[in-house]
C-alpha cells in the first residue's frame, strides 16, 4: 500500500477512538511497508504527545519468587529452577527508600510488583500502607499483585492506588501455550474490577515467545477491544531466562517488534505506550524506532523485577542522543 494523496484523511479516520478494530484491519497494518507504518503511527503519536516526551516509571519487586503460577516466561515461577528464591514480602521502609531514590532519579511513577497468583487480604492490607506512603511523596503508584477481587480493587483504590498492571500476555488462542494454570478470562474479570474501581489500567503483552505475528494481531485487537482502553500499554520483549520454558527460544526481529509498538500505538491513540522488558539487549537504534513508531514510556533503573534493564547513565545518554525528555 503506498501513500495516497488523501493520506491526510485517513489518518485523521484512524485517530479517532476506536473500539472495534477487526484483526484484518491491524494485519493490513503490519503489513504496510516499515516506512509508512512507522509515519501512520508517529503522525498520530502526535496528535496527542508531545514526541519529545518519554513518561518514566521504576518497577520494583517488593515480594520476589516462589509464584504458584506456570508462566513460561517468568523465573519468579516456583516451578522452574531459575536461581529466583522466594522472599518475604518487603517492609514499608525500605519500599520507602526504594521510592525515593526513583524520584530523585526522575521518576514520575513507582510501580510495585509481587509474585502472587493474588494476594491474601492480610497481605493487601501491607501493599495498601506502601500505596499510601508512596502516594504521600508525590509519586504516581502502580502495582502489579495478580489476579483480585472486586473488593481488592476498591481497597486498592481507596489507598489511593493510580494504576493496576495486569498483562494479557498474548492473543486468547496463543495463551494456553503460555500459562496453565489460570486462564485469559480471568484477567479479564480481573481487569474488570479495576476498571471499575476507578483505577486507571495498565495492560499490554509480551512479544517473541513463539506466538505467530497473527497472535501479536490478536493481542493488540483485545487491548484495542476493551471497553475503555487501557492508559498504560506495556509492550515486553521476551527476556529469555535459563531455567525457564522459553530459554532456548530464537528471538524476535527487532522489526516485527516495532511493528507492534506502531499498531499499539495506531490503535490506541490516547494510550502510553510503554516500550517495556527487553531494552537490555536491544540496540540504541531499535530503541529509536520504537521511539519513532510511538512509544513514549519506559521503566528507568537497573532491574526490572529480577531481570535487568540498561544502567540509568545509559538510558540518560541514549535520550540525550535522541533529544527526548522526561513527560511531567
Ligand atoms: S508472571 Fe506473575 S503470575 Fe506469572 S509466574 Fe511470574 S510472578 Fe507469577
Known amino acids: 500500500m503506498s501513500l495516497a494523496a488523501d493520506d491526510s484523511a485517513t489518518l485523521s479516520g ?53 509464584c504458584p503460577e506456570d508462566c513460561a516466561y517468568c523465573p519468579q515461577s516456583a516451578r522452574y529452577d531459575t536461581g529466583v528464591d522466594a522472599e518475604k514480602l518487603m517492609a514499608l ?5 526504594e521510592a525515593r531514590a526513583a524520584k530523585s532519579a526522575g521518576a514520575s511513577r513507582f510501580c510495585m510488583g509481587a509474585a502472587w497468583r493474588s494476594p491474601k487480604d492480610r497481605e493487601l492490607e501491607h501493599v495498601c500502607e506502601m500505596v499510601e506512603a508512596v502516594k504521600g511523596l508525590g509519586l504516581e503508584t502502580c502495582a502489579t499483585l495478580g489476579m483480585l477481587t472486586a473488593a481488592q480493587a476498591r481497597s486498592l483504590k ?7 498492571n495486569h498483562n494479557l500476555d498474548t492473543s486468547p488462542e496463543f495463551y494456553g501455550e503460555i500459562i496453565t494454570t489460570r486462564v485469559y478470562q480471568d484477567r ?8 471499575d474501581a476507578g483505577i486507571h489500567v495498565c495492560c499490554g503483552g509480551i512479544v517473541g515467545m513463539g506466538e505467530t505475528r497473527a497472535d501479536r494481531i490478536g493481542m493488540i485487537a483485545t487491548l484495542a477491544a476493551l471497553p475503555v482502553h487501557p492508559e498504560s500499554v506495556p509492550i515486553n ?91 511531567q
Open 237 to 327: 520483549m521476551l527476556v529469555r531466562v535459563a531455567g525457564t520454558p522459553l530459554a532456548d527460544h530464537s528471538p524476535l526481529d527487532p522489526f516485527e517488534f516495532v511493528r507492534t509498538i506502531a499498531a499499539a500505538r495506531i490503535t490506541m491513540p490516547r494510550s502510553v505506550v510503554r516500550l517495556s522488558a527487553g531494552r537490555e539487549d536491544m540496540s540504541e537504534e531499535t530503541q529509536a524506532l520504537c521511539f519513532l513508531a510511538g512509544a513514549n514510556s519506559i521503566f528507568f533503573g537497573p532491574k526490572l523485577l529480577t531481570t535487568g534493564n540498561p544502567e540509568r547513565d545509559r538510558d540518560r545518554v541514549l535520550m540525550h542522543k535522541l533529544g527526548l525528555c522526561p513527560m
Open 158 to 164: 481507596r489507598a489511593g492506588l493510580d494504576y493496576y
Open 93 to 97: 521502609d525500605a519500599v520507602l527508600a
Open 14 to 66: 484512524l485517530c479517532r477512538l476506536r473500539h472495534d478494530w477487526t484483526r484484518t484491519e491491524i494485519g493490513a497494518l503490519f503489513d504496510l511497508p516499515f516506512p509508512e507504518l512507522v509515519f501512520r503511527a508517529q503522525s498520530i503519536h502526535r496528535q496527542y504527545f508531545d514526541p519529545a516526551e518519554v513518561q518514566i516509571s521504576t518497577l520494583l519487586s517488593i515480594k520476589t519468587g516462589g
Open 188 to 195: 479479564l474479570e480481573t481487569l474488570e474490577h479495576v476498571r
